[in-house]
């Protein structure tokens, strides 16, 4: 059956039923001398840590990984990972994996690492100061639980002037073990959906001066995945952005709901989210 698409006309101007991600690409900025104090708490400290568990989320010198119990199930579509490149990683290698990114702006920039396999309850969360480009992340934590590159999606994002309001920005991610990362201009996003949806349908365009879009390079394209259960990742490559500039990327989806005679498909409710892209070079 052919999925219908939403009037985009409409809800673009109904925020809470969107997510909005400007994609920054290629600018170049001068870094003001600020640093990340050595005092800064890495941890996240609405997490439940279980109790006398080697393998908890706690801090763990220069960032805080580890397990932690869920308390309620979440209903929120986030962004889980935004990665240029991400190489394969070995387990048992004793090489870290190196994360890279390009930095925008005079502020701290924050690296969070979200599990994308269902009931694995894994976090991990640093904050880098703004004059440092790349972090050396050991692997003890994902070895010893044993978790592998497609269960996890790593995310960076900093605080940036977008359209005269500082906004959170996405920066994408190289991440490497062995080999150089590759720089290819591509990127993928991943999504994580507290609910199963029935479709999720993508707009990407150009922003002006003012911060607002303007010119959609793509309208209302659905997918098309056909399943996206909940507390999985949702793929979504992100290519061929070739003109410097902010892009915003707007998100649609629709949310499944069991009611006593049949599933129904609604439009689902999310919060404005900004973020940005950056290439680096």
């Known amino acids: 059956?052919?999925?219908?698409k939403p009037n985009f006309a409409v809800y673009r101007t109904r925020l809470s039923?969107?997510?909005?991600?400007?994609?920054?690409?290629?600018?170049?900025?001068?870094?003001?001398?600020?640093?990340?104090s050595a005092q800064v708490n890495h941890c996240d400290p609405y997490l439940n840590t279980p109790k006398d568990y080697p393998y908890g989320y706690r801090l763990r010198s220069d960032r805080c990984e580890g397990i932690y119990i869920?308390?309620?199930?979440?209903?929120?579509?986030?962004?889980?990972?935004?990665?240029?490149?991400?190489?394969?990683?070995?387990?048992?290698?004793?090489?870290?994996?190196?994360?890279?990114?390009?930095?925008?702006?005079?502020?701290?920039?924050?690296?969070?690492?979200?599990?994308?396999?269902?009931?694995?309850?894994?976090?991990?969360?640093?904050?880098?100061?703004?004059?440092?480009?790349?972090?050396?992340?050991?692997?003890d934590i994902l070895s010893a639980l044993k978790i592998k590159k497609g269960d996890v999606g790593v995310v960076g994002w900093t605080q940036y002037s977008v359209g005269g309001t500082k906004k959170n920005i996405y920066i994408p991610l190289l991440i490497s073990q062995k080999r150089k990362s590759i720089r290819s201009g591509n990127?993928?996003?991943?999504?994580?959906?507290?609910?199963?949806?029935?479709?999720?349908?993508?707009?990407?365009?150009?922003?002006?001066e003012d911060g607002n879009p303007e010119?959609?390079?793509r309208d209302g394209e659905a997918l098309g995945y056909g399943y996206y259960p909940a507390e999985r990742g949702i793929r979504i490559p992100i290519v061929n952005l070739t003109a410097p500039g902010i892009?915003?990327?707007?998100?649609?989806?629709?949310?499944?709901?069991?009611?006593?005679?049949?599933?129904?498909?609604?439009l689902g409710s999310t919060s404005e989210l900004l973020s940005a892209l950056a290439q680096l070079d």
């Open 1 to 4: 059956m052919k999925t219908s």
């Open 17 to 36: 039923f969107i997510v909005k991600i400007i994609f920054y690409y290629a600018i170049l900025e001068l870094l003001l001398p600020i640093t990340v």
């Open 70 to 139: 869920k308390d309620v199930s979440s209903t929120t579509l986030f962004v889980a990972s935004l990665t240029e490149s991400f190489e394969d990683y070995d387990l048992t290698s004793n090489n870290a994996l190196h994360v890279e990114w390009m930095a925008i702006g005079g502020e701290a920039v924050q690296l969070r690492t979200h599990a994308l396999k269902r009931k694995l309850y894994y976090r991990m969360d640093t904050i880098m100061s703004p004059a440092i480009t790349s972090y050396t992340w050991p692997l």
């Open 187 to 208: 990127y993928q996003l991943i999504l994580l959906p507290g609910r199963e949806l029935s479709e999720v349908f993508v707009s990407l365009a150009t922003v002006g």
């Open 215 to 217: 010119s959609f390079l």
């Open 247 to 266: 892009y915003y990327l707007v998100l649609i989806h629709k949310q499944r709901f069991l009611t006593s005679s049949k599933i129904r498909p609604v």
